[in-house]
Each structure stands twice: as structure tokens, then as C-alpha cells.
């Protein structure tokens, strides 16, 4: 864990009492101390560094006490901590939205975690022509709670300060809609053929691009008539690959990679 995050939390004179899930993953997954240090994302702002203050067992919980100084403090959890990689995620500018058509849910969730470890803000589901009634059907309901735990997950595990969000379905024509009125910078669609594809590296080449948004098959692709009306509009770019035939989900994380590893 690079991080927890916390939304409305009680805080009472700097402190903050964990209870129920919280307090069953700090303490048994990552069996926390009293005296260990967090790295603690409070309703969204930035990051702030905690203290274990206590635990309680018998009541269920622990209390936090936020730290006025955290300069020479080191988190209890290992690795590159979240607060080493605010700093240099702070100089990026750029906002990423993934327009993901869609593929059955296991491999939804999948995108949606990888997606949201990579920083992408906005993800969103695509009704294209490949797409099954089925896998529509399981971004119903309370499977929403579920992408929002695995959007919560991940960002503790990665250290994100991006709060990732999946919107409702959209058809095309919709997502179309929605990107134009975000004022986007520049669109990608990820080709699974040669025709009418771009160079990546000249499409990028004007660093003045803030929104960028990814555009990616379910398990069938694109249909043609999807990829025309997506160039037609003027708001997306073709991008095709030279690799080997990827999977839908392989394909969002390596479309996300190349375009981040591209522009930063």
C-alpha cells in the first residue's frame, strides 16, 4: 500500500478514528503498529502523513494522529512511497480519459484497475456494435460499488493522486458528445489496422495537448463504420501498433504506456 484513502473521515483535533473495513485492512492485511507512520489521501487533497496513535482490538479500532512535521518520518508500508511520487506527478499537466468499449466484466475490472494505477481520470464505458448485452448488464446495479472498490484498491497500491472515475455507459454517439464538451485536446483510437492510422510520435508532437483521450476495442475491436465516425468528427486520430494481435485488455495498458511514456 503507497497510500490510504480516506473520504469524510472523522477527524477530531487532528485525529482520525478507523473503524470497521479500515480498520480490518490496516490491521490484519497490513498488521500495522502502534507507531507506524501512513501515507494517508484525505477526501481527494493531498497527502498527509499519519501516525498509528493507538489501537483498540477489543473495540475494533484505531486512531490516526495527523503529523504537523513529517520531514525525516518513513512510512511503514515498502517501496517508492506515494509521497515520492506526488512530487513528480504534480509537474505532469496532462489529464488522460479512457474511452473503453466494452468487453466482459472480468476484463472491465481488469482495465479499470490497470487504468486507474496508470492516472487515467475519467474512464469511459463505450456501447459499441461488438459489445454483448451481458457485459452491459454488469456495469448495472451495485457493480458499480464494486468498480469503486477496485478503483480505491488501486490507488492505494499505486499512490495515485488521480481520482479515477468510471461514468455510466454512453453510446458512440454519446461519448462523441461527452468528449467534445470536455474541451478535449486530442483523441487517439487504437487501430487494429494500417489504413488511415497516424504516426504516433508527430500526432504528440505539440506539447500544448492537456486532454488526451484514448479510444480502445472490446474483445472484437472497432468496427469500421466506428473507427469512420470517430475520424469524421475530427476529435480522434487513427494510431495503429506494430505488434502482436493484443487483447482488449492488453491493448488499453499498452495504448495508455506508449502515449505516457510518449508525452512525459
Not at 483498540?56 to 508500508?77: G, M, Y
Not at 504534480?90 to 488522460?96: A, T
Not at 466482459?104 to 475519467?122: D, H, L, M, N, P
Amino acid at each position: 500500500m503507497r497510500q490510504l484513502i480516506l473520504e469524510n473521515p472523522r477527524i477530531d483535533r487532528g485525529l482520525i478514528t478507523l473503524s470497521a473495513k479500515d480498520y480490518k485492512y490496516l490491521r490484519q492485511v497490513l498488521r500495522v503498529k502502534t507507531g507506524d507512520m501512513l501515507n494517508v489521501r484525505i477526501n481527494g487533497e493531498e497527502l498527509k502523513q499519519c501516525t498509528v496513535a493507538s489501537i483498540d482490538d477489543k473495540a475494533r479500532k484505531i486512531l490516526l494522529q495527523i503529523c504537523a512535521d513529517t520531514i525525516n518520518h518513513k512510512s511503514v508500508t515498502r517501496g517508492v512511497q506515494a509521497d515520492e511520487t506526488n512530487d513528480a506527478r504534480n509537474l505532469n499537466d496532462h489529464e488522460y480519459y479512457l474511452f473503453q468499449f466494452i468487453p466482459k466484466a472480468t476484463k472491465f475490472e481488469q482495465i479499470v484497475r490497470q487504468a486507474t494505477e496508470c492516472g487515467i481520470s475519467v474512464i469511459v464505458p463505450v456501447i459499441g456494435e461488438y459489445t454483448e448485452k451481458n457485459s452491459l448488464f454488469a456495469l448495472q446495479g451495485n457493480k458499480k460499488e464494486r468498480l469503486e472498490k477496485i478503483i480505491r484498491e488501486a490507488r492505494q497500491q499505486s499512490g495515485s493522486p488521480v481520482q479515477t472515475k468510471v461514468l455510466d455507459p454512453l453510446s458512440l454517439a454519446e461519448a462523441l458528445i461527452f468528449w467534445k464538451n470536455q474541451n478535449g485536446d486530442l483523441g487517439l483510437v487504437l487501430s487494429e489496422r494500417n489504413e488511415k492510422s497516424e504516426c504516433l510520435k508527430d500526432i504528440l508532437s505539440d506539447n500544448e495537448n492537456k486532454k488526451i483521450a484514448i479510444a480502445v476495442g472490446s474483445e472484437g475491436g472497432i468496427s469500421p463504420s466506428e473507427i469512420d465516425l470517430l475520424l469524421e468528427k475530427g476529435l480522434f486520430h487513427a494510431v495503429h501498433f506494430a505488434v502482436n494481435i493484443l487483447r482488449c485488455e492488453t491493448a488499453a495498458l499498452y495504448g495508455i504506456a506508449a502515449v505516457q511514456s510518449a508525452l512525459e
